[in-house]
Nanobody, 127 residues
Framework: QVQPVESGGGLVQAGGSLRLSCTASRPTGGYVMGWFRQAPGKEREFVAA????????YYGDFVKGRFTISRDNTKNAGYLQMNGLKPEDTAVYYC?????????????????????WGQGTQVTVSS
């Protein structure tokens, strides 16, 4: 299996937290890791990205300090800690690895920047 595998989704009440995990079968070192989401009837939306240096992170405008992206290259893993969840955060969340290695600094908000996509994990936030 080449695609990353996401986990950690579920049903949570508004204001609650979830921690999503993404485990890749291929090395993540040197690659930008990103998280996107897609709600029913809507286009896939950028959530967060973390540069291969592990220090530079980028978030969609709607995040507003609620989410934190991180990575552990020793485990080929990425994480998305989500706090203060809102019903509008309900969506399938996907992780992805950039198509190219050693990309320069940048926010990489376009899905076209990524190649390996997981199957997604459902996040449902009740009001």
């Amino acid at each position: 299996q080449v695609q990353p595998v996401e986990s950690g989704g579920g049903l949570v009440q508004a204001g609650g937290s979830l921690r999503l995990s993404c485990t890749a079968s291929r090395p993540t070192g040197g690659y930008v890791m990103g998280w996107f989401r897609q709600a029913p009837g809507k286009e896939r939306e950028f959530v967060a990205a973390i540069h291969w240096n592990g220090r530079n992170t980028y978030y969609g405008d709607f995040v507003k300090g609620r989410f934190t992206i991180s990575r552990d290259n020793t485990k080929n893993a990425g994480y998305l800690q989500m706090n203060g969840l809102k019903p509008e955060d309900t969506a399938v969340y996907y992780c992805a690895r950039s198509a190219r290695i050693y990309l320069p600094l940048g926010d990489y908000q376009s899905a076209g920047d990524y190649a390996d996509w997981g199957q997604g994990t459902q996040v449902t936030v009740s009001s």
